[in-house]
């Protein structure tokens, strides 16, 4: 009997080929972020006026914007962490994780290809592996951009961030990527239908976003926060005081996990 | 039993969606070296068959097996020697045929680059456009260009002609014909019987689901009914024809007999042996009358 060997990485790289242009504009997008806030330091620097502005905010505010609840705008981790890490970081690259995420399998379906693909002798379970392969390479990507970007501007607008604050910071916006793309990625391979797929990884990345700020303000919700994602990666502030490295492993292996249970499940249904 | 391997083995092979049942219980084989014409109207189980034949879909009972392996559970084994165009050609759409042939080759574990510049230049695929551009018939072609590379030894068309100009139709049937002289077998589906009768060699006809005739088309040919035209010397007896097997709408008026013989013709012509016959014209009537009415007279949606 013959036995074919499909070259081992093809479609990661043929998913990363694909995905090229997607990546460099979103690594544009996220150097682009990082190099106007980074230009509005000299003018936050020193200023108290921002500070005691931020310290008459109720906590529940402070809260919203915070990964951790505390808002220090004297200095430059503090201030970045806020600006970058509170949310506009970790929203936008949950969307480009789930757009990517989703547009994997499930769009691919939708669209007509996914025949095609899984008419080669590949099984379903390592079309999902590599391509998960290729959203973690992707989001790794946007990372190491977005990394740079802080070393660059931070030593051209005097912040002086360290390198070792810079890699846990890019590294929480990853992961908290692949929980998000995760999601997409499962329950789109599980179920084939793009839609469900983004809506669910959207609702996921908003409830561990929503969850770890209003933990901080209603003690109903306390016990739950370990359970966020959010929490567990930047409720640190990880541009301060890095990052926590058994939270973050937590939320990797919850991410492979989703991916492990929707591979199990899209080798056993139909196709659409 | 002994001639060509079973390439294709189904068997009670069942499919239900909710309370539709698509697929009932089709017990079907498919030979080395032949081509299966299979026919039905639109939305009959065509797609359905060829979709559990290549794993897409669990089967709801029965099961399917292409080269001894199950199509469900062994869907890789499968899968290497399957060439597969679907009904609905869409392909990658920001890839040019020349680059989704790259990506399946490598994913087959082919050489590609020459058979895929040969296949292009007789098909006349455009290689060198992203397939999103491309119209309907371009990119069946182009569809059909990835099923056929690698030379599989099985192939399953949906549809495979259609939206092809007559030209392209025809050096696909010379593909076809190369590829089952070299050992393959071919099931290719389709709503219109010409599109498979200059290719098949035999033709299982579907409807509703479920199977109606699986036959040689020169054993349904046989079978296809003949209008029979008989001019005598002189006036049989009005009931001369009447006991003859398969004979039926007799007309006799005078010295001429019009009738119509359900396959061969042979009954009618030793009963004509007692008259004298002075001409003799019979039709056959063609494939297309036969084939509707299989299809039970009605209008294939």
Known sequence: MTTVIAARGEITRQMLRGGRRALAAWAIAFAAMVALYAAMWPSIQGNTQWQNLVNTLPPTYRALFTAGGQLDLSTPAGYLGIELMGFLGPALIAVYAISTGTAAIAGEEDRGGLEITLSAPVARGRVLAERAAALLIDLTAVAAATGLAMWVFSLAFGMHLGVAAIASAVAALAIFGLFAGAVALAVGAATGSAALARALAALAAVASYLINALAQVTSTLKPARPLSPFYLLFGNEPLQHGLRVPGALAVLAAALALIAAGGIVFARRDLA | ?301
């Open chain 2, 1 to 301: 039993m002994t001639g060509p391997a079973v390439v294709v083995g189904a068997e009670s092979l069942t499919k239900r969606y909710g309370r539709v049942l698509a697929l009932d219980r089709l017990t079907l084989q498919v030979r080395a070296g032949e081509v299966l014409g299979f026919l039905g109207p639109n939305g009959a189980g065509k797609t359905t068959t060829l979709r559990l034949l290549m794993g897409f879909l669990r089967p709801t009972a029965g099961s399917a097996r292409v080269h001894g392996h199950d199509a469900w559970r062994d869907r890789v084994a499968v899968h290497a020697r399957i060439g597969y165009l679907p009904g609905d050609v869409r392909l990658w759409p920001r890839l040019t045929a020349r680059e989704a042939a790259g990506h399946l080759a490598r994913l087959r574990g082919l050489d590609h680059d020459q058979g895929t510049v040969d296949l292009a230049k007789r098909l006349d695929v455009d290689l060198d456009r992203p397939v999103r551009e491309l119209s309907k018939g371009n990119r069946q072609k182009a569809g059909l260009l990835l099923a056929l590379l690698g030379d599989p030894d099985l192939l399953l068309l949906d549809e495979p002609t259609s939206g092809l100009d007559p030209l392209i139709q025809q050096e696909f049937h010379h593909l076809l014909r190369e590829r089952v002289q070299a050992g393959a077998a071919v099931m290719l589906s389709s709503h219109v019987l010409s599109e498979v009768e200059h290719v098949a060699d035999r033709v299982a006809i579907i409807r509703a689901g479920r199977l109606l005739i699986a036959e040689s088309l020169a054993t349904l040919r046989e079978n296809a009914r003949h209008t029979v035209e008989v001019r005598f010397a002189c006036p049989p007896p009005p009931d001369a024809f009447a006991a003859v097997p398969g004979i039926t709408d007799v007309r006799l008026d005078g010295r001429l007999l019009r009738c119509t013989m359900q396959g061969a013709v042979d009954p009618l012509v030793k009963t004509l042996g007692r008259y004298t016959v002075t001409d003799l014209n019979s039709r056959e009537a063609d494939l297309e009358e036969t084939f509707l009415a299989l299809y039970g007279q009605e209008d294939p949606r």
